[in-house]
């Protein structure tokens, strides 16, 4: 939600962490904060379980599919380190505010937080970063008829432009001269879209581009830009990581892209390989 410096006051905090997991192994209990660690394993928030914060829907990277589970890029990418350390995915979903300021992880939430979050530097004030596993690009997505093809021409026209608030993808714009309206998740700004209450709006591309593929979308709304903003994705974890951890996670990405598993994980949730989106 490519994405996304936000003071928590000490109730909103405690609002935002009080909300329920959507577990991928059947929702268990993820509120306990006591860390835990196996001999010579990283300390978990649970025994058994690397537990994922995530903001939920973010397809394809987060989402939940027909059966209530959750699944996604993310989802898999995580998986690989859990599978290495023989632990099950526990899934939180969470506001990405609260994810992107380091509260989460901080506060003993989770241990890790995948959410489509761009690695940036203000965001490593609070949070440790993986090695980046995704290349991220922004993009605009339109109902049909507008003439626009860019930010400038969403500027000339007199556009109305909707973005998700924590995001990049926002920062960007309002970089370029722009005061979107903002939105809590990407379901609300698609929402926002297609009520007519925005005439454009910002998003991760790989975001627009699973959009675009329901016909209902597809029929009164297109890709107008892309934007090449230059960003990373990286798995977030609490300042001053369990060093153990964070190896895996970059052991288990690094392994994937050299031996094609992530190629396959990618084609898989992208139709696409690698290099192939823009």
Same mark, same amino acid.
């Given at each position: ?140 997505? =339109?109902? #049909?008829?507008?003439?626009?093809? $860019? @930010? /400038?021409?969403?500027?000339?026209? &007199?556009?109305? +432009?909707?973005?998700? *608030? ?51 979308? =597809?029929? #009164?709304?297109?890709?107008?830009? $892309? @934007? /090449?903003?230059?960003?990373?994705? &990286?798995?977030? +974890?609490?300042?001053? *990581? ?37």
């Amino acid at each position: 939600m490519n994405r996304r410096t936000l003071a928590l006051g000490a109730a909103a905090l405690t609002a935002a962490l009080a909300l329920s997991a959507c577990g991928s192994s059947g929702g268990t209990d993820t509120a306990q904060t006591g860390s835990t660690a196996a001999a010579g394993g990283p300390k978990l928030v649970q025994a058994g379980k690397l537990t994922t914060c995530t903001n939920i829907p973010y397809e394809p990277f987060q989402f939940k599919d027909d059966t209530g589970k959750v699944v996604g890029f993310d989802v898999d990418i995580v998986d690989l380190a859990a599978k290495k350390l023989g632990l099950t995915q526990e899934i939180v979903d969470i506001d990405f505010a609260v994810i992107k300021s380091g509260a989460a992880m901080a506060s003993g939430k989770c241990d890790v937080a995948a959410a489509g979050m761009t690695i940036t530097d203000e965001r490593k004030a609070n949070i440790d970063f993986s090695v980046p596993y995704f290349d991220a690009t922004q993009a605009l997505l =339109a109902k #049909k008829g507008t003439g626009a093809t $860019s @930010l /400038d021409d969403v500027k000339a026209k &007199g556009l109305k +432009l909707g973005a998700q *608030a924590s995001t990049t993808g926002l920062d960007y714009v309002k970089e370029k001269g722009f005061d979107p309206k903002e939105y809590a998740d990407s379901a609300k700004e698609l929402l926002a879209l297609q009520s007519g209450q925005e005439d454009v709006i910002v998003q991760d591309l790989p975001v627009v581009l699973t959009w675009l593929k329901k016909p209902e979308i =597809a029929e #009164k709304f297109e890709l107008i830009a $892309s @934007l /090449d903003t230059g960003e990373q994705y &990286g798995i977030g +974890l609490k300042k001053g *990581a369990d060093p153990v951890l964070l190896k895996t996670i970059n052991e288990s990405i690094e392994a994937a892209k050299k031996d094609g598993t992530y190629e396959q994980i990618f084609v898989k949730w992208f139709g696409k390989k690698p290099g192939e989106l823009g």
